[in-house]
């Protein structure tokens, strides 16, 4: 198991979402942390979770932190770096931004001291911005991609791993280059994406929105991050971003091609559009399942649940009792009604007895699928 040596201080250098939660997963190891920010309320407000200390003139009384964490957009890096390197802030630094390259590069221009500094970036986010939406556990189980430059110090990649085991994420070491044209994939593309889907939905009847299901939900949801930060993160990755977006919307091309043939009377075009979706179908499987690997086959049971306080409750607790593991579950509301149906993931041999379990609770269940 790769180990590495807690950092015993560390500064966070922007309050958001991800350096508030980075100090809040610190603070459950008793890691001491300092809090700066340029909005000085985003820095109380972390401050007042119990993220830290605000960070003040001489409140390091002259001796540097372990690590200084700058969690902010890819453009703030160097400027943020160059700062806190002229302080004499920390022993060691390193960023949090989505995109790797374009900071490293403007360190570099910058005259940064680049021996001190690792590139790294916590794989986790929330739809949320802001210190209010930041969680301990938000990096729990997640990937933290670190992506040392030829002039980095192993002592200083060693300190912020330890930093990324302190926050029970997992470390992954790849080239800044690797790095982005990977999230373009898993991450930038995917956003924008969902956004172009989203605006469509911003052009529809509100009576057709509301028969809307968790399948445009899940297409949606990550539409709703803050506009001019993934327009900054967006434009700091335009080359791998703008590749993966041509290749997308040349399926899709295809398949309104296919679409429009269809309709035009030829038949035969459903072909085309049959191979979008078979192909999109074993793309979906290759994605990783909850712990590495394939994604395993779960069979879903679908419960009836009052829109009140305790229903989920009493299903885990049913659940529970029968000693099965639900390893997934997704809520779709009725519209108009307060019910709704809650789909239980669970492994194909347990579906049967779950659903028997939750009747003889006496909640109405529909046949495992």
């Known amino acids: 198991m790769l180990s590495a040596p807690r950092p015993g201080s560390v500064v966070v250098i922007g309050t958001g979402l991800i350096g508030t939660s980075i100090a809040l997963a610190l603070r459950k190891h008793e890691v001491e942390v300092w809090l700066s920010d340029r909005d000085p309320a985003a820095a109380a407000m972390a401050a007042e979770l119990g993220a830290g200390r605000l960070l003040t003139l001489g409140a390091l009384a002259g001796q540097p932190a372990d690590i200084a964490v700058l969690a902010v957009p890819p453009g703030a890096v160097a400027g943020a770096l160059a700062e806190a390197q002229r302080s004499g802030l920390a022993r060691c630094y390193t960023d949090a931004a989505s995109v790797k390259q374009l900071p490293l590069e403007q360190a570099r221009q910058a005259g940064c001291d680049l021996a001190s500094f690792v590139p790294s970036h916590p794989m986790s986010g929330r ?67 969902a956004a172009a889907m989203a605006a469509q939905c911003g052009l529809a009847p509100a009576a057709a929105l509301a028969l809307a299901g968790p399948g445009l939900r899940d297409v949606t949801r990550i539409a709703a991050g803050d506009p001019d930060l993934w327009a900054e993160i967006l434009t700091a990755n335009a080359s791998a971003v703008s590749q993966v977006l041509v290749a997308v919307a040349d399926r899709l091309a295809t398949a309104a091609g296919d679409l429009a043939a269809v309709a035009a009377g030829e038949q035969d075009a459903a072909k085309g559009l049959a191979a979008v979706l078979t192909a999109g179908q074993a793309g979906a499987e290759a994605i990783p399942g909850k712990r590495g690997g394939p994604a395993p086959h779960y ?71």
């Open 127 to 193: 739809e949320r911005s802001g210190p209010s939406a930041a969680q301990a556990d938000l990096f729990a189980g997640r990937a933290w991609v670190i992506c040392p430059a030829p002039e980095t110090a192993p002592e200083c990649v060693d300190a912020v791993t330890g930093l990324a085991l302190a926050c029970d994420a997992q470390p992954v070491t790849m080239p800044a280059q690797e790095h982005d044209q990977v999230v373009a994939l898993i991450s930038h593309a995917p956003h924008l994406v």
């Open 299 to 369: 069979a879903v049971v679908q419960v009836v649940i009052g829109d009140r306080p305790g229903e989920l409750a009493g299903i885990f607790a049913a659940a529970g009792a029968a000693g099965i593991n639900v390893e997934d579950i997704r809520i779709e509301h009725t519209p108009g009604l307060e019910v709704g149906i809650a789909e239980l993931s669970v492994r194909p041999e347990r579906a049967r007895e779950l659903s028997a379990a939750l009747s003889a609770a006496g909640w109405p269940v529909a046949s495992p699928s």
